[in-house]
T-cell receptor, first 113, second 111 residues
Framework: DAGVIQSPRHEVTEMGQEVTLRCKPI?????LFWYRQTMMRGLELLIY????????DSGMPEDRFSAKMPNASFSTLKIQPSEPRDSAVYFC???????????FGQGTRLTVV | DAKTTQPTSMDCAEGRAANLPCNHS???????VYWYRQIHSQGPQYIIH???NNETNEMASLIITEDRKSSTLILPHATLRDTAVYYC????????????FGSGTKLNVKP
């Protein structure tokens, strides 16, 4: 199994630009999570999908952030417009029920200048 | 979910056992204890979890006290590759929308 695949691995963009992060979960997993990691705030859960439906998006910082999961094998996290404070590593993770551990991707390092 | 308290950092000599403590004094009866680790620049990696019995797998052992208010993750023979941040998490099983990571313990394995 290739594991959770995220793209791109690194993204540098200018303030105000739209940024789209992509995630392919492990085949057969029905839960998907987006996390953000910064030095100041550590790992924060942004949003959680179950069977392609957003269950809890209370961690999404503001309206500039949106996430979609059009099918079981693909999810996107979009930031529009991006700001320098969005600079962080964004992780995607997936899991299957009844298994309880989440498997994480390698992350996307986003830098907004 | 119950909050956890972990030391900020620990050192361990290569080849020795690493014992990482975690306090979770407000844990409730249906909450499991999970351990993850994050090696620099990589995504977190699942290690082990348990409810009240001690658990062991190929990576580590988990010792949970009888009152479940604390636990210890044991890496029996630490290697340099075990240098990472170790996170102790307590959560209700299947409740992924409350899978919170704290600040963790930075384990430094030294030659």
């Amino acid at each position: 199994d290739a594991g959770v695949i995220q793209s791109p691995r690194h993204e540098v963009t200018e303030m105000g630009q739209e940024v789209t992060l992509r995630c392919k979960p492990i085949s057969g997993h029905n839960s998907l999570f987006w996390y953000r990691q910064t030095m100041m705030r550590g790992l924060e859960l942004l949003i959680y999908f179950n069977n392609n439906v957003p269950i809890d998006d209370s961690g999404m910082p503001e309206d500039r952030f949106s996430a979609k999961m059009p099918n079981a094998s693909f999810s996107t996290l979009k930031i529009q417009p991006s700001e320098p404070r969005d600079s962080a590593v964004y992780f995607c993770a997936s899991s299957s029920e009844p298994a309880t551990e989440a498997f994480f991707g390698q992350g996307t390092r986003l830098t907004v200048v | 979910d119950a909050k956890t308290t972990q030391p900020t950092s620990m050192d361990c000599a290569e080849g020795r056992a690493a014992n990482l403590p975690c306090n979770h004094s407000t844990i409730s009866g249906n909450e499991y204890v999970y351990w993850y680790r994050q090696i620099h620049s990589q995504g977190p990696q699942y290690i082990i979890h348990g409810l009240k019995n001690n658990e062991t797998n190929e990576m580590a052992s988990l010792i949970i006290t009888e009152d479940r208010k604390s636990s210890t993750l044991i890496l029996p023979h630490a290697t340099l590759r075990d240098t990472a941040v170790y996170y102790c998490i307590v959560r209700v099983r299947y409740n992924f929308n409350k899978f919170y990571f704290g600040s963790g313990t930075k384990l430094n394995v030294k030659p």
